[in-house]
């Protein structure tokens, strides 16, 4: 059956990328074959055979592994800087693109050797040559499959002929036309869209099961198929989540990281069960009890839920189940016969009087039943009827209070759960939030939970096995169709009713932990992305009550200038208002920053009763609160100590707190996300998928909002997307050694910083053209020299011949060492040439970069020309042209956090008393939650908007583009439908987003 339902299947000739990555040259059905290839020639083979063959067109790159340790870097004058490529596999290209190569070949050297970290399947002649040099060596493409249709492709592309599946309706897509799914082309990395091949989607996996992984993935994240098989390419390629969502757009068809971290949740689940089957399954054949039923029954599994239902009989210490010991006493025979042979089944002859289990007739019935029971509850159609048929029926969760027990019970636990004491909603119906409550009710002994399926579901499941699946075969007496009744009933109730359950208690919590979890990842995105406050000196206040509130003054680059200690809360109030007004004017600071922690509302109310007096003139004082999780813990964390020695720790949270409005997302980076406090039911969820999705948020934010690597921290240098603590910390140690990075290809000469890395990081690191060129001219008047590289210009340095070390992994790469003004942009290396080449295109220069007359020529000819034609014209993608497009518009100093909403910023308060029923304030998001906005008002306690009042229609535009909807920092115009003062609770109305 195909993969691919209601479309037509074409035969197309595709071309794909060499370096988009490399698992896209692998072709399964010689996948086998390749494999055992690379065992015989891997060990010793290669060298020899790279040494013995001497055609002229391939000698020169054979010669590379003999002159890379001396040979300097030939530039042609061009602002062009050549990557190097990393693949876990290479792809042969077609002759006549070497010559137009050949310099370029030369220039790329190899620093690691067959370090694949994915096992790949390629052509058996192209990886003996390109298994040790690791970049690309010319083929004859009559090699290739699909030879006859070469002429139709670029040369430098590779031939793959194969079945593909043509879309037939274009609405099948997110924006209403046919994706992009491959890339072409060496020298142009983002190349014209190709079809995808059929056979694509066939990937091989580690283990293989009887259900396809691609169909499989695609049907539990609602994802098109060739989408699933394009992104387990990618992962598979050790590609990350930024990486793919910037440069691979059109292989994952515009997908969001959310949902894209929700496929490699799936993926990584999918994996674990088939993992743990194939254990199993190895486990059960030591012992000798396998059966081909069995082994089928096994790799049929798809949950873990199922596997455990299919393999408990077999574990180890089971005593068996009552079918296994009716089948030791030869009784399937006869439930088999009563199925397949019914009149010739006499259970009278089946009798042992001496034989326990054996001795009576009804005996001999129960061992009977047990067995059919087994058999019905492991059969995979019956289950999938059943398992559809709750699907259709009425099926709910229930839960009610416990019964009291000898352990006592918490009161205010019970109370906590008042709404799910007489709790009950169909299993389709019920909110995210509710099972997490519910689940934290039932593990504290609070509740009792049940899932309850309706007798009509039992009667029909009964009456369909009788009339089909387990219908004899022929006319079966009274009392036998009476042991297949009892068989059918005590299946359901025994057997199959206990599976369904403990599968929807799994697949809703499951489900719920998944939402929670993306719903903190949110909320965290939103956290990080506040727009920064730049350019200002700020007071950050920790407040407090008996050991004073601790202030902080930073200067506009974070340096803290002073700090101290005030009691504003002991009867002292007047008299430290003095010290903080002249604290103010020293440092001409007029904007302070409270944290939300104990005190919060009396240190606001002091601030906010003096701003009103005026107190603080000529200064016009402002005010904003910010939440402070997390920072007590930072205060005293490793990172805190080394970045401000011998500061009191209590000092060091009123820093943490005023660098939170200055920069948010490097503050927040230094603190571990669960610790900021904008989640739900965090505690009760996965830690390890918690963790794995916040740090995937923060590396996401981090990557695209890039850093400057010449000025950055170590903190916030390991959260790009292809980096880790180590990397960060060698890039900092080669930093301060050697000083500045002039360009971006500089990083390859980081320890531990492989091609991959480099691959997947560099598009996210900036370099600041400005603070270079300063770097360089100050080198060329003292120096003259830069860590071993003879200067000849300000903007002009080469490199000269370094000493190799022993190790052939790390020498040191031959690059033009010349400030590139690309380097400050998003643009990825990858894409210099076709950017280089739309600038020759629009008649613009590389210093032009985020200039307005550089927008006005980019305008004038996407009008003229229009995106796609440009995009063919220059052999790329549509969405790697509006990657280059963005680059050269913005500005150097461009942040698109600026897009976000900034802190609120007041000079006066509200109290709750003051709050009346129908009153429109405006707010700012605090928490989003599954059933709920909290929404701070500035009355000292937060509101919450109903999750039902918060429809799409009040949402703008932006936030449903963004896929952001409501998250902490936005502000909300808000009105007040309920107040409850003696419990606190505020209600809101969700008027509109401002």
Not at 425 to 436: D, E, K, S, V
Not at 817 to 831: G, M, R, V
Not at 884 to 891: A, E, M, N, R
Request: with cysteine; net charge positive; proline share 5%.
């Amino acid at each position: 059956m195909s993969s691919l339902p209601r479309r037509a299947k074409v035969q197309v000739q595709g071309v794909v990328l060499k370096d988009e990555f490399s698992s896209f040259s692998e072709l399964s059905s010689a996948s086998e074959e390749d494999d055992k290839e690379d065992s015989a020639w891997e060990p010793q083979k290669k060298v020899p055979r790279s040494r013995k063959q001497p055609p002229p067109k391939e000698s020169k790159p054979k010669r590379m592994p003999r002159v890379k340790k001396n040979a300097p870097q030939i530039s042609d004058g061009s602002e062009v800087v050549v990557v190097k490529e990393e693949l876990s596999s290479s792809v042969a290209i077609a002759d006549t693109a070497l010559e137009d190569r050949k310099n370029k070949l030369d220039t790329v050297q190899t620093l690691k050797t067959a370090k694949t970290k994915h096992k790949c399947a390629v052509q058996p002649h192209t990886v003996r040559r390109t298994k040790k040099l690791k970049v690309e060596e010319t083929s004859k493409a009559s090699n290739l499959e699909g030879e006859s249709n070469s002429s139709e492709t670029p040369s430098t592309s590779t031939v793959w002929g194969g079945t593909c599946k043509k879309e037939e309706n274009d609405d099948d897509f997110t924006f209403g036309q046919s994706p992009l799914k491959k890339i072409k082309t060496e020298t142009c990395p983002q190349g014209q869209p190709v079809k995808f091949p059929a056979n694509a989607n066939n990937i091989k996996e580690e283990v293989e099961m009887n259900w396809d992984m691609v169909q499989v993935l695609s049907e539990r994240t609602n994802i098109e198929p060739w989408v699933c098989a394009n992104i387990i390419r990618l992962f598979n390629d050790d590609n990350t989540i930024p990486f793919i969502i910037r440069y691979r757009k059109e292989l994952i068809n515009n997908l969001d990281a959310d949902s894209l971290r929700e496929v490699q949740q799936t993926l990584e689940e999918l994996r674990a069960v088939a993992k743990k089957v194939h254990s199993t399954i190895q486990k059960i054949k030591k012992e000798g009890k396998m059966s081909e039923c069995l082994l089928k029954a096994m790799l049929n599994c798809k949950t873990f839920e199922e596997l455990e239902h299919v393999s408990a009989p077999y574990k180890t210490g089971s005593k068996g189940t009552k079918a296994q010991r009716a089948r030791q006493l030869g009784l399937e025979g006869a439930a088999r016969a009563l199925l397949e042979k019914p009149g010739e089944l006499s259970l009278l002859s089946y009798i042992r009087p001496d034989v326990k289990g054996l001795s009576t007739l009804q005996d001999i019935e129960i061992g009977v039943q047990h067995i059919l029971a087994d058999m019905i509850a492991k059969d995979k159609d019956t289950l999938d009827f059943i398992r559809n048929l709750c699907q259709k029926r009425h099926v709910c969760i229930q839960s009610s209070l416990a019964k009291v027990s000898s352990k006592k019970v918490n009161e205010k636990d019970v109370d906590k759960f008042l709404l799910y004491q007489h709790f009950s909603c169909n299993i389709r119906n019920i909110h995210h939030h509710q099972i997490l409550a519910i689940n934290r009710g039932e593990n504290l002994k609070v509740l009792t939970v049940k899932v309850n399926i309706s007798d009509g579901v039992k009667d029909e499941f009964c009456r369909w096995c009788i009339q089909n699946r387990w219908r004899p075969r022929s006319f079966a007496r009274p009392e036998l169709m009476k042991i297949l009744y009892n068989s059918l009933n005590d299946s359901f109730k025994r057997l199959i009713y206990p599976l369904l359950c403990r599968e929807f208690r799994a697949k809703l919590t499951s489900d719920a932990e998944k939402e929670s979890v993306m719903m903190f990842g949110r909320n965290l995105r939103q956290l990080l992305l506040t727009s920064p406050v730049p350019g200002r000196t700020l007071m950050g206040v920790d407040p407090g009550y008996k050991h004073g509130c601790k202030l902080a003054i930073i200067s506009p680059t974070s340096q803290i200038l002073h700090t101290d200690v005030v009691y504003l809360h002991c009867g002292q109030g007047f008299r430290e208002a003095e010290k903080i007004k002249t604290l103010l004017l020293n440092f001409n600071c007029s904007t302070v920053v409270i944290g939300n922690g104990t005190a919060c509302r009396e240190t606001e109310a002091y601030f906010a009763d003096l701003i009103m007096k005026n107190y603080f003139a000529p200064l016009d004082v402002v005010y904003c609160i910010v939440s402070e999780a997390g920072a007590s813990i930072y205060s005293v964390s490793p990172e805190a100590n080394k970045e401000m020695p011998g500061l009191d720790p209590n000092l060091r949270s009123a820093v943490s707190i005023a660098r939170r409005v200055q920069d948010p997302l490097a503050e927040l980076v230094k603190i571990e996300p669960k610790h900021i406090g904008v989640g739900m039911y965090q505690h009760d969820v996965s830690q390890t998928l918690l963790k794995a999705t916040l740090d995937s948020v923060v590396e996401e934010c981090v990557s695209f909002v890039g850093v400057d690597i010449n000025i950055c921290s170590e903190v916030l240098l390991r959260h790009i997307a292809g980096l880790n603590a180590n990397r960060a910390k060698n890039i900092i140690e080669w930093r301060e050694k050697n000083g500045p990075f002039i360009n971006r290809e500089q990083l390859k000469k980081v320890k531990g910083l492989g091609p991959k890395s480099f691959q997947q990081c560099a598009g996210f690191i900036r370099i600041n053209q400005d603070y270079i060129r300063t770097f360089c001219s100050q080198q060329t008047e003292t120096s003259g020299q830069i860590q071993g590289v003879a200067v000849t210009s300000s903007a002009d340095v080469e490199v000269t011949n370094e000493k190799q070390g022993k190790k052939k992994s790390k020498t040191a790469v031959n690059v033009l060492l010349k400030p590139n003004p690309l380097d400050q942009t998003c643009i990825h290396p990858e894409s210099y040439d076709i950017a280089m080449r739309f600038l020759s295109s629009i008649g613009g220069t590389l210093y032009e970069i985020g200039k307005p007359e550089m927008q006005q020529k980019i305008n004038s000819f996407l009008e003229k020309e229009g995106m796609e034609k440009i995009a063919e014209r220059l052999q790329t993608t549509v969405h790697t042209l509006q990657v280059i497009i963005d680059g050269l518009s913005q500005p150097e100093s461009f942040d698109f956090r600026t897009d976000f909403d900034k802190p609120d910023f007041k000079r006066s308060i509200v109290c709750l008393e003051d709050l009346q029923v129908g009153t429109v304030l405006t707010g700012k998001v605090e928490n989003a939650t599954l059933f709920g906005i909290f929404v701070d008002i500035g009355v000292g306690k937060s509101g919450l908007i109903p999750i039902r009042n918060v429809t799409e229609a009040k949402l703008p535009k932006t936030k449903k583009r963004r896929s952001l909807g409501l998250g902490p920092g936005e502000r909300v115009e808000v009105q007040v439908l309920n107040i409850d003062i003696p419990r606190s609770r505020i209600t809101l109305d969700l008027i509109r987003v401002l």
